[in-house]
């Protein structure tokens, strides 16, 4: 016989007991809401029914029934969804479904609505465009980090998840090599030179139109972009253009002239026509005075215009610098190093220079590790840099040079690691520090490191009391277009738009392969994923509502693109806002070419991709993965069913059982959009049948054509809309996928914003204020309910 302590068996008992009253709150809260379950679910799942191989019945106790996590996972995933009950079927009153979506959460989930899981965080490297973005606003140079640096993979849609975002030896030896590459361009080492000053291309401007600039000078208009730059010192300079010529892949017989001047005087031009060459140079010399008298200018004369089939040409000009005086009385660090170099060129006396050195490690460290560098870690840098300096045939911008790729390839640059005072302990949940939540704002809206400001105000401890201000200054901040452009891209997959591959012929309907690529060509395309860019952009800088991003009557349009669209009144290169006439089926993300593109067959629209798309990304609601072995929609067009409608043809592919519920669910809404054709092209037939456009949505929503289901989906299912928005955002965000846990954050994103004007702005501000963004816990491997979590940051 065992013999007890009386304490120990006072704990025993006190846990007995603990675990019986826990039992009889979880029964008490099940009969609460069974007699729901039994009126809207167990028609179809109990009582012996089990339809779609699902019964919520058929347990020994009510203990096994709350233990069986995957079948209450079901159960809160459809009806939070609006899934279930059917249509067809009596519907759950707005409490009813709160309840049952409450009993799940707390009694099954363990879910704390108060205290929400942040989830758990994996450190993570920077993928490649944080770590461009972050060399570009350290050492202001655009590393092309394709060159050296492998593409990212990719988890839920994102290359923000820090789960993929590990580094091999092979990848280390890649940074190391990023490194050298970096700081060889970036950090003058032959100290002071002849000075590059490069001007704001954005100054340069016509009279005749404020919209025009030096990013398109068609060869067929005469432009002449002029702008009056500051001029530092008297002297003879050297004036460089590089520019591009654009507008066609294929060759032209397009021609112009292109000319550089100061004042009434050309300097030296250039007959221009197709070239494919990924950069052009023109290069001539001028006396220039100190001031801002100089008028320089750039001139485009029209010369040959395109044959019958041939693409217009334009000019891109991609710099405009000045180098001098060229007789050396002035010298400086390069532009893009002066903020390294601050200072100017370092003491004559050795022995003075490590006040220099420190001043610049400290502050360049401090950027890269986005966090004050420690004395250590300073002290052994600025000896790095003198043991460099004092060797032969090296210079104080050599050991500054090799202090700043030691930081480069430190973990503390490449990883986004966060203090966590208790790292192995998953039920330690801890706000992180300010210059953390800097870092997570910073890498979010940017792409890139802190600016001072933040790294202040984090110093300070003020930062989580200025969030919101926060927010909004850095998006005015140009930088925030990388956000916009990585968000966008990945979201909607508008990254992809420039390369997929289609069968032009087919799809235009015309025979010669390279007229019908002039037509639909990478110009265009691209113009597409910029109206996507700049329709979101506007959306959330403007404080817009983010069901807009369905139902706006206008869109981002340049000349090639709205000639797609067949709009009227468009000139110039330039992306602009465009009302759009109602007959014109444009505005709103389901009329725009991205979206086209992304959810189509080379030769053929997609109803099934395309419905899916939306229930991914703007219901929250994927479908189940596709059925094994499933033959293609083509292998149904055969015989006399050849020139069926593509809606007939889904009604033969969908005929197995196992399909008929998913298509059920996708095809309606892809068949809502089968007036634009595989490229974005508006038509009223296909195959010579009238398409049908009419649908309904698996809730019961019934629609005409694709406006009608934009609307639907912007009122009737504002909600899921909204939900769906939030959970794409804080996935691009943290790092992780979304987990059952983050239901109350997700909820009270959504709620919060609609309480607001439901504003794209308001979602992002719920997303920088949850506790996945602003906390974190240990890595623990299991969430409090028991389930392995398949996501991660």
Not at 135 to 151: G, H, R, S, W
Not at 592 to 601: D, E, I, P
């Given at each position: 016989?065992?013999?007890?302590?009386?304490?120990?068996?006072?704990?025993?008992?006190?846990?007995?007991?603990?675990?019986?009253?826990?039992?009889?709150?979880?029964?008490?809260?099940f009969?609460?809401?069974?007699?729901?379950?039994?009126?809207?679910?167990?028609?179809?799942?109990?009582?012996?029914?089990?339809?779609?191989d699902?019964?919520?019945?058929?347990?020994?106790?009510?203990?096994?029934?709350?233990?069986?996590?995957?079948?209450?996972?079901?159960?809160?995933?459809?009806?939070?969804?609006?899934?279930?009950?059917?249509a067809?079927?009596?519907q759950?009153?707005?409490?009813?479904?709160?309840?049952?979506?409450?009993?799940?959460?707390?009694?099954?989930?363990?879910?704390d609505?108060?205290?929400?899981?942040?989830?758990?965080?994996?450190?993570?490297?920077?993928?490649?465009?944080?770590?461009?973005?972050s060399?570009?606003?350290?050492?202001?140079?655009?590393?092309?980090?394709?060159?050296?640096?492998?593409?990212?993979d990719?988890?839920?849609?994102?290359?923000?998840?820090?789960?993929?975002?590990?580094?091999?030896?092979?990848?280390?030896?890649?940074?190391?090599?990023a490194?050298?590459?970096?700081?060889e361009?970036?950090?003058p080492?032959?100290?002071?030179?002849?000075?590059?000053?490069?001007?704001?291309?954005?100054?340069?401007?016509?009279?005749?139109?404020?919209?025009?600039?030096?990013?398109w000078?068609?060869?067929?208009?005469?432009?002449?972009?002029q702008?009056?730059?500051?001029?530092?010192?008297?002297?003879?300079?050297e004036?460089?253009?590089?520019?591009?010529?654009?507008?066609?892949?294929?060759?032209?017989?397009?021609?112009?002239?292109?000319?550089?001047?100061?004042?009434?005087?050309?300097?030296?031009?250039?007959?221009?026509?197709?070239?494919?060459?990924?950069?052009l140079?023109?290069?001539?010399?001028?006396?220039?005075?100190?001031?801002?008298?100089?008028?320089?200018?750039?001139?485009t004369?029209?010369?040959?215009?395109?044959?019958?089939?041939?693409s217009?040409l334009?000019?891109?000009?991609?710099?405009?610098?000045i180098?001098?005086?060229?007789?050396?009385?002035?010298?400086?660090?390069?532009?893009?190093?002066?903020?390294?170099?601050?200072?100017?060129?370092?003491?004559?006396?050795?022995?003075?220079?490590?006040?220099?050195?420190?001043?610049?490690?400290?502050?360049?460290?401090?950027?890269?590790?986005?966090?004050?560098?420690?004395?250590?870690?300073?002290?052994?840098?600025?000896?790095?840099?003198?043991?460099?300096?004092?060797?032969?045939?090296?210079?104080?911008?050599?050991?500054?040079?090799?202090?700043?790729?030691?930081?480069?390839?430190?973990?503390?640059?490449?990883?986004?690691?966060?203090?966590?005072?208790?790292?192995?302990?998953?039920?330690?949940?801890?706000?992180?520090?300010?210059?953390?939540?800097?870092?997570?704002?910073?890498?979010?809206l940017?792409?890139?490191?802190?600016?001072?400001?933040?790294?202040?105000?984090?110093?300070?401890?003020?930062?989580?009391?200025?969030?919101?201000?926060?927010?909004?200054?850095?998006?005015?901040?140009?930088?925030?277009?990388?956000?916009?452009?990585?968000?966008?891209?990945?979201?909607?997959?508008?990254?992809?738009?420039?390369?997929?591959?289609?069968?032009?012929?087919?799809?235009?309907?015309?025979?010669?392969?390279?007229?019908?690529?002039?037509?639909?060509n990478?110009?265009?395309?691209?113009?597409?994923?910029?109206e996507?860019?700049?329709?979101?952009?506007?959306?959330?800088?403007?404080?817009?509502?983010?069901?807009?991003?369905?139902t706006?009557?206008?869109?981002?349009?340049?000349?090639?693109?709205?000639?797609?669209?067949?709009?009227d009144?468009?000139?110039?290169?330039?992306?602009r806002?465009?009302?759009?006439?109602?007959?014109?089926?444009?505005?709103?993300?389901?009329?725009?070419?991205?979206?086209?593109?992304?959810?189509?067959?080379?030769?053929?629209?997609?109803?099934?991709?395309?419905?899916?798309?939306?229930?991914?990304?703007?219901?929250?609601?994927?479908?189940?993965?596709?059925?094994?072995?499933?033959?293609?929609?083509?292998?149904?067009?055969?015989?006399?069913?050849?020139?069926?409608?593509?809606?007939?043809?889904?009604?033969?592919?969908?005929?197995?059982?196992?399909?008929?519920?998913?298509?059920?669910?996708?095809?309606?809404?892809?068949?809502?959009?089968?007036?634009?054709?595989?490229?974005?092209?508006?038509?009223?037939?296909?195959?010579?049948?009238?398409?049908?456009?009419?649908?309904?949505?698996m809730?019961?929503?019934?629609?005409g054509?694709?406006?009608?289901?934009?609307?639907?989906?912007?009122?009737?299912?504002?909600?899921?809309?909204?939900?769906?928005?939030?959970?794409?955002?804080?996935?691009?965000?943290?790092?992780?996928?979304?987990?059952?846990?983050?239901?109350?954050?997700?909820?009270?994103?959504?709620?919060d914003?609609?309480?607001?004007?439901?504003?794209?702005?308001?979602?992002?501000?719920?997303?920088?204020?949850?506790?996945?963004?602003?906390?974190?816990?240990?890595?623990?491997?299991?969430?409090?309910?028991?389930?392995?979590?398949?996501?991660?940051?």
């Amino acid at each position: 016989m065992i013999r007890r302590s009386p304490s120990l068996l006072a704990v025993s008992c006190s846990l007995l007991f603990a675990g019986a009253t826990s039992a009889r709150a979880d029964q008490k809260a099940f009969d609460a809401i069974e007699p729901l379950l039994a009126t809207h679910c167990y028609d179809c799942h109990g009582d012996g029914a089990s339809k779609g191989d699902f019964a919520m019945d058929d347990y020994a106790s009510i203990e096994a029934h709350l233990q069986d996590f995957d079948v209450w996972f079901e159960i809160w995933k459809n009806v939070r969804s609006n899934l279930m009950p059917p249509a067809d079927k009596p519907q759950l009153k707005t409490e009813e479904k709160e309840n049952i979506l409450s009993f799940i959460e707390s009694t099954v989930f363990k879910i704390d609505p108060k205290n929400p899981d942040p989830g758990r965080v994996t450190i993570r490297r920077l993928n490649r465009e944080e770590y461009r973005n972050s060399i570009k606003d350290l050492l202001k140079y655009d590393f092309n980090v394709a060159d050296i640096l492998p593409a990212d993979d990719t988890g839920y849609g994102f290359d923000t998840i820090g789960d993929v975002l590990s580094i091999s030896p092979l990848l280390m030896e890649k940074y190391l090599e990023a490194a050298d590459l970096v700081v060889e361009n970036a950090v003058p080492t032959k100290g002071p030179e002849i000075v590059e000053w490069w001007f704001d291309a954005k100054t340069f401007k016509d009279e005749r139109s404020k919209d025009w600039g030096l990013d398109w000078m068609p060869f067929d208009h005469a432009r002449k972009m002029q702008s009056k730059p500051w001029v530092s010192h008297d002297g003879e300079y050297e004036i460089r253009v590089d520019f591009r010529v654009r507008g066609s892949d294929e060759a032209s017989s397009n021609t112009a002239t292109l000319k550089i001047g100061v004042d009434d005087k050309t300097l030296t031009e250039r007959k221009l026509g197709w070239d494919n060459s990924e950069r052009l140079t023109l290069k001539t010399k001028a006396v220039l005075k100190q001031g801002k008298d100089a008028a320089f200018w750039v001139a485009t004369e029209t010369g040959e215009p395109p044959r019958e089939g041939e693409s217009k040409l334009a000019v891109t000009v991609e710099s405009f610098r000045i180098r001098g005086p060229l007789d050396g009385s002035k010298k400086d660090y390069p532009w893009n190093s002066r903020h390294l170099f601050s200072q100017g060129p370092p003491a004559a006396d050795e022995n003075a220079r490590d006040p220099y050195r420190e001043a610049i490690l400290r502050k360049f460290a401090t950027q890269a590790f986005r966090r004050p560098v420690d004395d250590e870690t300073l002290k052994r840098l600025v000896a790095l840099a003198r043991q460099v300096d004092t060797q032969p045939g090296y210079n104080f911008e050599h050991g500054i040079a090799e202090a700043i790729t030691a930081i480069l390839v430190s973990p503390r640059f490449l990883l986004r690691a966060e203090i966590q005072p208790e790292p192995d302990n998953p039920s330690k949940v801890v706000p992180i520090d300010e210059y953390a939540l800097a870092s997570r704002l910073s890498y979010f809206l940017w792409t890139s490191i802190p600016d001072d400001e933040l790294l202040k105000l984090a110093g300070e401890g003020k930062l989580r009391a200025n969030l919101r201000q926060q927010v909004d200054r850095m998006l005015k901040d140009d930088k925030s277009k990388r956000m916009v452009t990585n968000f966008v891209g990945q979201w909607l997959q508008a990254r992809d738009v420039e390369t997929l591959s289609f069968n032009e012929r087919s799809l235009l309907g015309e025979k010669d392969l390279e007229k019908a690529r002039r037509i639909f060509n990478g110009r265009l395309r691209q113009s597409m994923r910029l109206e996507s860019e700049e329709f979101f952009a506007h959306i959330l800088r403007e404080n817009r509502p983010a069901t807009e991003l369905l139902t706006a009557n206008y869109t981002f349009l340049n000349e090639p693109l709205a000639e797609w669209y067949n709009i009227d009144g468009v000139k110039g290169n330039h992306m602009r806002k465009v009302d759009v006439p109602a007959d014109k089926h444009r505005g709103g993300l389901l009329s725009q070419g991205t979206f086209h593109l992304v959810t189509s067959n080379p030769t053929r629209t997609s109803p099934v991709k395309r419905g899916l798309f939306v229930l991914e990304n703007f219901l929250a609601t994927p479908a189940p993965p596709a059925v094994p072995d499933v033959p293609p929609l083509e292998a149904a067009a055969k015989g006399d069913k050849k020139n069926l409608p593509l809606r007939e043809l889904l009604k033969i592919h969908s005929e197995q059982k196992l399909c008929a519920s998913c298509h059920a669910r996708m095809d309606p809404i892809g068949l809502a959009l089968e007036n634009y054709n595989a490229i974005g092209v508006w038509r009223e037939d296909d195959k010579g049948h009238p398409i049908d456009t009419a649908g309904q949505l698996m809730t019961g929503e019934k629609f005409g054509n694709a406006a009608e289901l934009g609307k639907i989906l912007a009122t009737a299912r504002k909600e899921d809309f909204h939900r769906a928005l939030s959970e794409k955002l804080m996935t691009y965000a943290v790092g992780r996928g979304i987990e059952y846990y983050d239901a109350p954050t997700i909820d009270k994103i959504v709620a919060d914003a609609e309480k607001n004007g439901g504003t794209l702005r308001q979602i992002l501000y719920g997303v920088v204020e949850s506790a996945p963004f602003q906390k974190r816990r240990g890595d623990g491997g299991f969430s409090a309910g028991g389930a392995k979590e398949s996501g991660a940051e």
